[in-house]
């Protein structure tokens, strides 16, 4: 499930992030750290709920982002194919650390934590590092990096969980 079907395996891959990006609406191509287009993110401005898509540079939709309505705590759902894949929620409260869990159909769990507001944190399964996200590595103002470290891991699954988290953690914060 961390694999994309036929998808090499390479040790690291580098996507940049412009930040603030992700309103309803919004559009916004991802590149690779050679600068070429990875990702498109779509913002759908004419659903009722808050929904995001992310294409590939044929603009193919490969994973869709959604909040989750009627929920008692916000919720952000990850679905391919139109088939839920995964749902991610705030795991616990701490001052100076964010943590939410992102739990796949599949039963397999991803903890993310980290200082989710200053784009400072992992993504780990039982433990082992799938992706970092951080701006410490660039000089291009209001950019971050997501850098898939498992080669096996879905680049797409990991920014779109990347991105569920950002948007759960600003809604809590009232940065709507």
């Known amino acids: ?8 395996a390479p040790h690291s891959r580098k996507y940049l992030v412009r930040d603030r990006i992700f309103g309803i609406g919004d559009d916004y191509w991802i590149e690779d750290e050679h600068g070429r287009h990875a990702f498109l993110v779509d913002g759908k401005a004419l659903r009722l709920r808050e ?3 992310l294409k590939d540079p044929e603009r193919r939709v490969l994973v869709t982002i959604r909040k989750k309505m009627l929920s ?9 194919d139109d088939k839920p894949l995964a749902t991610i929620r705030r795991k ?3 001052l100076l650390r964010n943590h939410y869990r992102v739990e796949l159909v ?4 991803l903890d993310v934590s980290g200082k989710i507001f200053d784009r400072e944190f992992a993504i780990e399964y039982e433990g082992e590092l799938l992706a970092e996200i951080s701006r410490r590595w660039l000089t291009v103002r209001d950019t971050y990096a997501v850098n898939v470290v498992r080669g096996e ?3 797409a699954l990991l920014i779109a969980v990347t991105v569920g988290v950002i948007r759960l953690a600003e809604r809590e914060r009232g940065e709507d």
Do not use: N, V, W
């Open 51 to 53: 929904t995001f898509e």
């Open 72 to 80: 008692l705590r916000d919720t952000m759902t990850i679905e391919r």
């Open 92 to 94: 616990r409260l701490s």
């Open 106 to 109: 599949d039963g397999t769990e």
């Open 153 to 155: 891991a879905d680049p």
């Open 1 to 8: 499930m961390l694999q994309s079907p036929g998808e090499p």
